[in-house]
């Protein structure tokens, strides 16, 4: 798995401060562990205002992670992207169908 978040083939960009850093590019990860050593968090580019990521510290190197709650507020094709989980049938709890009727989702009684 590439670590970068280079997930789909698009080439992810982050902002950190004004710089703008690929993860392809030789110097990324001096950079990335500069930012996490100054507490700095950078931006993904997938969106022109760019969404907030963090920086965790794994193994010998740095990940740039999604932050929580972030996953539908980035682009579709981004690596971060996360539909909403009303979306997936995961979240939320309940559904509705066209009547407008609700359903509690939940385990079937066996």
Request: hydrophobic share 30%; with cysteine; charged share 25%.
């Amino acid at each position: 798995m590439d670590t970068t978040g280079d997930i789909d083939g698009s080439r992810p960009r982050y902002a950190l401060e004004d710089e703008v850093l690929d993860p392809h590019d030789p110097g990324f990860m001096d950079a990335v562990g500069q930012a996490y050593a100054r507490q700095l968090r950078p931006r993904c580019l997938c969106q022109p205002e760019g969404v907030p990521m963090y920086i965790a510290h794994w193994r010998p190197g740095f990940l740039v992670k999604r932050m929580a709650g972030t996953g539908a507020a980035r682009a579709p094709d981004c690596g971060s992207h996360e539909p909403p989980l009303e979306w997936s049938g995961r979240g939320g709890g309940r559904a509705r169908d066209s009547g407008g009727c609700h359903h509690r989702l939940g385990q079937l009684a066996g």
